[in-house]
């Protein structure tokens, strides 16, 4: 065991999360130090602006505007990595990585660029790198893929990643509003941020998906290769639709591996829920995530996704496993063995599938409806028609039997070019989930 009495610590960026570490540290220190058998000391830390106020108390001489000077100071043992993006967070993970340090980091985007390069940097220098907090905030799913649920293998993971998705979603169901209506009071709240379109068009949920995919299979699925899908084409006719047929609207990450064939696939996109399954109710900004192991069954996860206080509980985890880690010499960790499995092709993709669309209130529409989809060879379960906000149209929403991602691509290339069909089709999966 090597002989560290004293821990420092080095906060690169000390904004909403890094201020809550701060906090948080100095808050339980009395209980973090008994329970760890080391003092910790909170080192340096940088920022943007050394003037600005900040909720904690930093002292002005462990504050530089320098990352970097931080991430390669000598005497910092273990560098927190909460900057944020994919330049200045990679040199500075990169540069403590080199030296040996271990780095914690809450950084999804990070991971999902750079992740390779990251745990290669890590293993050739004997550093170690955590990163619990950038998935699902206070969420410990990271932990529990790398450690609990050790003996299984994962055939299906689905979850709600994005809070300021299910915030949205919640507040449609309940109050009735439009999505333009509740994404203007989540800014004003601070449940999205000024730019959403990370957040709702389903970006953040992909990063965070390719993590637990990278964990659970060793394989770096990058976001291009996924199927990306938000939230903003929702309207109170789908949410009605979800309502009366016992169904909630919920944006998933779905992560699907067939062992026989070895494919995995990895997709996001809003998700017609049976209220029968748990995350069906996970709602406001709370995350939910099911993981089903062939040895444990399903487990699910439920907790706050974002904010300071969950994210700092995740950060100081990790920082905690990163003490015990160095005290007992830096010995490797276990991590995914690294694979390659084959993306599933579309047609192997299989679900049931809701088609919403706006078309002329003339004879002979549904007749065309219904000759487009068989051409793909999809067949139609059910149809509903509402009145349409569209002068002289109607709203219809089909449901199909099983089918499959390329059939169903067929079919919406098909309605497009269809006179009698208004604007863009929405399209979304019944999640009928099985392992």
């Keep these: 065991m090597t002989e560290l009495s004293v821990i420092n610590i080095g906060i690169c960026g000390l904004g909403t999360v890094g201020q809550g570490v701060w906090k948080h540290v100095e808050g339980a220190r009395a209980a973090l130090e008994s329970r760890l058998g080391v003092k910790l000391r909170l080192h340096r830390a940088s920022v943007r602006d050394l003037r600005k106020k900040r909720s904690v108390r930093v002292p002005a001489n462990r504050l530089t505007t320098d990352p970097l000077a931080v991430a390669t100071d000598p005497d910092v043992h273990l560098v927190c990595e909460l900057i944020g993006g994919t330049t200045i967070a990679r040199e500075v993970t990169l540069a403590a990585l080199r030296l040996g340090k271990t780095v914690v980091s809450a950084n999804k985007a990070l991971l999902c660029a750079h992740g390779p390069e990251i745990f290669a940097a890590a293993r050739q220098h004997g550093g170690h790198f955590f990163f619990e907090a950038s998935v699902a905030g206070g969420i410990p799913i990271i932990k529990a893929l790398r450690e609990g649920l050790v003996a299984n293998r994962f055939g299906l993971i689905y979850g709600i990643l994005n809070g300021t998705c299910n915030y949205i979603l919640t507040r449609m169901e309940r109050e009735g509003l439009s999505y333009p209506e509740i994404l203007a009071e989540a800014k004003a709240l601070g449940y999205a941020e000024a730019d959403e379109s990370l957040d709702v068009e389903g970006w953040d949920t992909a990063h965070k998906a390719a993590i637990l995919a990278y964990l659970a299979h060793g394989t770096w699925v990058p976001t291009k290769s996924m199927l990306v899908e938000g939230i903003t084409q929702l309207t ?171 059939a169903i691509r067929a079919t919406l290339a098909r309605l497009r070019r269809l006179s009698s069909v208004l604007g863009e089709p929405l399209l979304l999966r019944i999640g009928d989930f099985t392992a």
């Design 236 to 406: 109170q006719a789908d949410i009605a639709y979800a309502r009366d047929n016992g169904y909630a609207i919920k944006l998933l990450a779905v992560i699907t591996r067939d062992f026989a064939s070895d494919e995995l696939f990895v997709r996001v996109h809003p998700t017609l829920v049976p209220r029968t399954k748990v995350l069906a109710n996970v709602n406001e900004v709370y995350n939910g995530i099911s993981v089903t192991g062939d040895v444990v069954g399903e487990t699910v996860y439920i907790g706050r996704g974002a904010g300071q206080d969950p994210t700092a509980s995740a950060v100081i985890s990790d920082i905690a496993d990163a003490i015990i880690l160095l005290r007992r010499g830096n010995t490797p960790l276990p991590e995914p063995v690294e694979h390659r499995c084959p993306l599933t092709p579309l047609e192997h993709i299989e679900g049931r599938y809701y088609i919403r669309m706006d078309v002329k209130d003339e004879p002979g529409v549904l007749a065309r409806i219904a000759t487009s989809t068989a051409q793909s060879q999809v067949s139609i379960a059910s149809v509903l028609q509402r009145p349409s906000e569209r002068a002289g149209a109607a709203t219809l929403i089909l449901t199909t039997h099983t089918s499959n991602e390329k």
